[in-house]
């Protein structure tokens, strides 16, 4: 993850903004202008860590946001080497030590919270459906991907968060592939007419990747040419079903690979069954849209 991004930097700022952290109230009223702190940022539960990158960010934006002298004093952040995006943090366990100027240290406090609990608590969730679709033997080499089911404005850092948890990014927006939903296929004349125009007019390496609910969509999406298959809100018994005729399809002529996703109703109880059918990905939107925020805290003390 590139911290100083324009994309990130505007991200950060705003946050920043919208507390409008350069005019805390009460910190500058009963903190001394000179205090120096440290702000030690303790997980609370057992968790996957991200977006530690942002922390000096976050500093060095406010330095913009804020003229006054202590804003613009020294800081730095420091942890320990085992900590990292990505790794698994122990409950108690400190992740970063922040030294500041105590009013700066007060006034960004919620702010750093905010964004670390977030990106982390998605990391700690993507960690747990990779584990579940695993076993002590390398487990079934099926990868977990996100979706576009993100908090507007925030999609790079959440799915940089997945990465940090061991999943993988799908699209990254409408622009970056090609997938063939059910509104594109009704408002488009059906399967074999949105795949006919679709692998005319695409562009030279992009893959036609289309979304079907049954088996019949599923024989009538192979005939027309699909090149990927997305197996929407189907049991695994479906989904195996589904796997066994496409395995059939790309038979013969040897050598050729359709790569197929399973949606739709996949939760940490059922992930396992669904990664075992056969699919080469599962997709889940509760990576991002359902993660619950981990709980992260930050003790400040006189430094």
């Not at 977990?144 to 999609?155: C, E, F, I, M, Y």
């Not at 189907?234 to 197929?260: D, L, Y």
């Not at 109880?269 to 992260?296: M, P």
Request: net charge neutral; aromatic share 4%; glycine share 8%.
């Amino acid at each position: 993850m590139d911290w100083k991004s324009h994309r990130i930097d505007a991200l950060l700022e705003q946050a920043l903004v919208e507390d409008k952290a350069a005019s805390d109230a009460t910190t500058n009223l009963v903190i001394d202008s000179g205090l120096r702190a440290a702000g030690s940022i303790i997980a609370k539960e057992e968790l996957v860590v991200a977006g530690l990158g942002a922390i000096p960010r976050f500093f060095e934006i406010y330095a913009r946001l804020d003229a006054r002298p202590q804003a613009q004093t020294r800081f730095e952040v420091v942890s320990h080497p085992e900590i990292f995006d990505g790794v698994r943090a122990h409950r108690g366990q400190v992740l970063a030590v922040i030294r500041h100027n105590a009013r700066v240290l007060l006034s960004c406090e919620r702010v750093v919270l905010n964004l670390l609990q977030h990106l982390s608590g998605i990391a700690t969730l993507t960690r747990k459906y990779a584990d579940a679709v695993q076993d002590s033997k390398g487990g079934t080499q099926v990868r977990v991907l996100d979706t576009r089911k993100t908090v507007p404005g925030l999609r790079a850092l959440e799915k940089y968060a997945v990465l940090c948890g061991g999943g993988t990014n799908h699209r990254i927006d409408l622009a970056s592939g090609i997938l063939i939903k059910n509104n594109h296929v009704a408002l488009g004349g059906g399967v074999a007419a949105v795949l006919k125009r679709a692998l005319e007019q695409r562009k030279p390496g992009q893959r036609i990747q289309i979304e079907v609910h049954n088996a019949r969509e599923l024989e009538e999406a192979l005939a027309h040419g699909a090149e990927a298959i997305l197996l929407d809100n189907m049991t695994p018994a479906q989904v195996r079903a589904s796997v066994e005729r496409i395995k059939k399809e790309i038979a013969n002529p040897p050598g050729r690979w359709i790569p197929v996703e399973a949606s739709g109703g996949i939760a940490l109880e059922n992930a396992r069954a669904y990664a075992e059918t056969g699919v080469d990905f599962i997709s889940v939107g509760a990576l991002t849209h359902s993660a619950k925020a981990a709980d992260i805290s930050m003790t400040i003390t006189a430094d």
